[in-house]
Protein backbone atom coordinates (compact mmCIF):
# COMPACT_ATOMS: atom_id res chain seq x y z
CA UNK A 1 0.00 0.00 0.00
CA UNK A 2 2.86 2.69 0.79
CA UNK A 3 4.41 1.29 -2.67
CA UNK A 4 1.73 2.40 -4.43
CA UNK A 5 0.65 5.60 -2.51
CA UNK A 6 4.19 6.78 -3.27
CA UNK A 7 3.93 6.35 -6.87
CA UNK A 8 0.14 7.15 -7.26
CA UNK A 9 0.50 9.66 -9.57
CA UNK A 10 3.42 8.50 -11.36
CA UNK A 11 2.06 5.21 -12.94
CA UNK A 12 -1.57 5.05 -14.96
CA UNK A 13 -1.61 1.81 -12.81
CA UNK A 14 -0.01 -1.25 -10.82
CA UNK A 15 0.54 -4.89 -10.69
CA UNK A 16 1.73 -6.84 -7.61
CA UNK A 17 3.19 -10.11 -8.42
CA UNK A 18 2.85 -13.20 -5.49
CA UNK A 19 2.30 -16.03 -4.49
CA UNK A 20 -0.74 -17.46 -4.76
CA UNK A 21 -1.23 -19.14 -1.40
CA UNK A 22 -2.66 -15.80 0.22
CA UNK A 23 -3.26 -13.62 -2.68
CA UNK A 24 -6.85 -13.40 -2.34
CA UNK A 25 -6.38 -12.76 1.62
CA UNK A 26 -3.33 -9.75 0.78
CA UNK A 27 -5.62 -8.06 -2.52
CA UNK A 28 -8.72 -7.78 -0.74
CA UNK A 29 -6.96 -6.52 2.47
CA UNK A 30 -5.67 -4.03 -0.21
CA UNK A 31 -8.86 -2.87 -1.65
CA UNK A 32 -9.73 -1.51 1.86
CA UNK A 33 -6.60 -0.40 2.60
CA UNK A 34 -6.69 1.97 -0.65
CA UNK A 35 -9.29 4.59 -0.11
CA UNK A 36 -10.48 7.12 -3.02
CA UNK A 37 -8.46 4.48 -6.18
CA UNK A 38 -8.64 6.05 -9.03
CA UNK A 39 -6.30 3.24 -10.88
CA UNK A 40 -5.83 -0.37 -11.53
CA UNK A 41 -4.73 -2.82 -9.54
CA UNK A 42 -4.11 -5.98 -10.24
CA UNK A 43 -2.30 -9.18 -8.08
CA UNK A 44 -1.39 -11.90 -10.27
CA UNK A 45 1.09 -14.75 -9.85
CA UNK A 46 1.18 -18.18 -11.63
CA UNK A 47 0.61 -21.60 -10.51
CA UNK A 48 3.53 -22.88 -12.28
CA UNK A 49 7.42 -21.76 -11.73
CA UNK A 50 7.96 -18.99 -14.08
CA UNK A 51 11.68 -20.99 -14.95
CA UNK A 52 9.75 -23.68 -16.36
CA UNK A 53 8.51 -23.74 -19.88
CA UNK A 54 5.16 -24.25 -19.42
CA UNK A 55 4.73 -21.95 -16.94
CA UNK A 56 1.43 -19.71 -16.59
CA UNK A 57 3.85 -16.48 -14.92
CA UNK A 58 4.52 -14.84 -18.54
CA UNK A 59 1.33 -15.02 -19.93
CA UNK A 60 -0.60 -13.61 -16.28
CA UNK A 61 2.09 -11.27 -16.17
CA UNK A 62 1.95 -9.89 -19.26
CA UNK A 63 -1.64 -9.34 -19.32
CA UNK A 64 -1.64 -7.71 -16.20
CA UNK A 65 0.54 -4.95 -17.29
CA UNK A 66 -1.49 -4.58 -20.58
CA UNK A 67 -4.69 -4.62 -18.25
CA UNK A 68 -3.53 -1.80 -15.56
CA UNK A 69 -2.22 0.61 -18.10
CA UNK A 70 -5.38 -0.13 -20.12
CA UNK A 71 -8.60 -0.79 -18.35
CA UNK A 72 -10.62 2.31 -16.16
CA UNK A 73 -11.71 0.04 -13.32
CA UNK A 74 -10.80 1.79 -10.15
CA UNK A 75 -10.49 -0.84 -7.68
CA UNK A 76 -7.84 -3.70 -6.44
CA UNK A 77 -8.30 -6.64 -8.93
CA UNK A 78 -7.08 -10.20 -9.52
CA UNK A 79 -6.15 -11.70 -12.87
CA UNK A 80 -5.61 -15.43 -13.14
CA UNK A 81 -6.22 -17.95 -16.41
CA UNK A 82 -7.74 -15.25 -18.55
CA UNK A 83 -10.05 -14.05 -16.01
CA UNK A 84 -10.24 -11.11 -13.99
CA UNK A 85 -11.53 -11.04 -10.46
CA UNK A 86 -12.83 -8.06 -8.09
CA UNK A 87 -10.28 -8.59 -5.40
CA UNK A 88 -12.61 -8.54 -2.17
CA UNK A 89 -15.21 -11.06 -3.96
CA UNK A 90 -12.53 -13.17 -5.07
CA UNK A 91 -10.41 -16.58 -3.51
CA UNK A 92 -8.31 -19.36 -3.98
CA UNK A 93 -10.32 -22.48 -4.53
CA UNK A 94 -8.17 -25.08 -6.49
CA UNK A 95 -4.22 -25.09 -5.86
CA UNK A 96 -3.65 -28.12 -8.30
CA UNK A 97 -5.46 -26.14 -11.29
CA UNK A 98 -4.48 -23.20 -13.75
CA UNK A 99 -7.78 -22.44 -12.97
CA UNK A 100 -6.95 -21.41 -9.35
CA UNK A 101 -9.25 -18.40 -8.16
CA UNK A 102 -12.84 -18.42 -8.41
CA UNK A 103 -15.75 -15.53 -7.11
CA UNK A 104 -18.68 -17.45 -6.18
CA UNK A 105 -20.85 -14.46 -5.94
CA UNK A 106 -19.78 -11.90 -7.90
CA UNK A 107 -18.94 -12.78 -11.79
CA UNK A 108 -15.60 -12.33 -13.35
CA UNK A 109 -15.09 -8.00 -14.50
CA UNK A 110 -13.55 -9.53 -17.49
CA UNK A 111 -12.74 -12.30 -19.38
CA UNK A 112 -10.04 -13.68 -22.40
CA UNK A 113 -10.77 -15.70 -25.09
CA UNK A 114 -11.66 -15.78 -28.90
CA UNK A 115 -15.61 -15.29 -28.90
Given amino acids: ?29 LSFMLENLGKTVIFTGAQIPFSESYSDAKRNLLVSISMACALDISEVCIFFDDKLFRANRCRKADSGSFDAFSSPNFPPLASLGLT
Fill in 1 to 29: AKEIQEHYLTYDGFVVIMGTDTMAYSASA
